[in-house]
């Protein structure tokens, strides 16, 4: 049986790679699908601690839909603006967005 402690650990672990995804990354499609990363460890942290807290309360598993649809929104948004990025300067490097302030 699966434990508060691992579902814990699995989050800890995608917050990290989507932490690691953020800092290292220089490409505008790869810090995207980082921060997508990052909401799922929160949807995983939302879901079992409404689990584990009181197994009859949905409070947990509403909360994490209502992020999923704002998460779906907002890579809805960033791909716009990466797609819009990628056609004015032809790469979708964030130095590149440096270059569009002068």
């Known amino acids: 049986m699966t434990t508060l402690a691992d579902f814990l650990t699995v989050s800890m672990v995608l917050l990290a790679i989507g932490v690691y995804g953020l ?6 499609i790869r810090m995207l ?3 997508e990363i990052i909401i799922s460890a929160a949807n ?3 879901v ?6 009181n197994p009859m309360d949905l409070t947990g598993q509403v909360f994490a839909l209502f992020s999923i649809a704002i998460g779906a ?6 791909l716009a ?5 990628f056609r004015l ?3 979708v490097d964030i130095a590149a967005l440096r270059r569009l302030r002068k």
């Open 81 to 85: 603006i990466i797609i819009l990025v």
């Open 33 to 35: 699908f980082a921060v």
């Open 23 to 28: 800092v290292r990354s220089r490409n505008a």
């Open 48 to 53: 079992a601690f409404s689990r584990f807290s």
């Open 89 to 91: 300067t032809g790469d």
């Open 73 to 78: 929104a907002e890579a809805a948004v960033g």
């Open 44 to 46: 995983i942290n939302l």
